[in-house]
């Protein structure tokens, strides 16, 4: 089994609804990252999150929001969604302690299509 | 503004030959700097990494240089693979800069022709 599993991998939705997209972790790491990758513009940082109480926006927050429900999960929400909003999602994790040596694990990545 | 810069979009080499993967930053807190790969539809994987108070780092046929002076640093692959055709980022952290936060660079497209 994947370290950082998302789901779900591929999403088609329509302008305007809800989608929540869904990461779990069995690294035991304390920290949590969604990332948006569009061509050319690299990886993007949405929100991240130090502990379970700890939530933090990144570069583009604006039209999402996160929960984080335990150590292990952190899904990522889109209130009403934009066809700008299409994207790749990657989630991430990383240990406190040694995430300057090795950096984050991410997850496969969730495709997302806003029609 | 840009903390991380890679500035090559993409680059071709011929399998074989020495592939030099270039990276600048700005934020002289940085104090550890790492390389990922990404293959299409999977996420990044974890390549290798430096720390600031080396130079070098050696990992098979993947080597890091870094120049603390110019603020950059550079990823040789030799001899390279078409297995190694991917997208490389360069990313940045470290405890003065946001405590082993990443700052990722907009990556470069490898392409290895066989």
């Known amino acids: 089994d994947a370290d950082v599993t998302q789901t779900p991998r591929n999403r088609i939705t329509k302008t305007g609804k809800r989608i929540m997209l869904e990461c779990s972790q069995t690294k035991g790491h304390d920290r949590m990252y969604w990332y948006r990758q569009d061509p050319g513009l690299g990886l993007r940082l949405i929100y991240y999150s130090f502990d379970v109480k700890d939530i933090n926006k990144g570069e583009i927050s604006d039209g999402y929001s996160v929960s984080r429900q335990a150590q292990a999960k952190f899904s990522l929400s889109l209130e009403s969604a934009i066809p700008n909003q299409t994207a790749l999602y990657f989630c991430?994790?990383?240990?406190?302690?040694?995430?300057?040596?090795?950096?984050?694990?991410f997850g496969s990545g969730t495709r997302l299509t806003v029609v | 503004d840009q903390q991380v810069k890679q500035n090559s979009p993409s680059l071709s080499v011929q399998e074989g030959r020495i592939s030099i993967l270039n990276c600048d930053y700005t934020n002289s807190m940085f104090d550890y700097f790492l390389w990922y790969k990404k293959y299409p539809a999977e996420g990044p994987t974890f390549l290798i990494s430096i720390s600031s108070i080396k130079d070098k780092n050696e990992d098979g046929r993947f080597t890091v240089f870094l120049n603390k002076s110019a603020k950059h640093l550079s990823l040789h692959i030799v001899p390279s693979q078409p297995g190694d055709s991917a997208v490389y980022f360069c990313a940045a952290s470290g405890a003065g800069a946001g405590s082993y936060q990443l700052t990722f660079g907009k990556g470069t497209k490898l392409s290895v022709i066989p």
């Open positions: 991430a994790t990383s240990d406190s302690r040694t995430g300057g040596v090795y950096g984050y694990t």
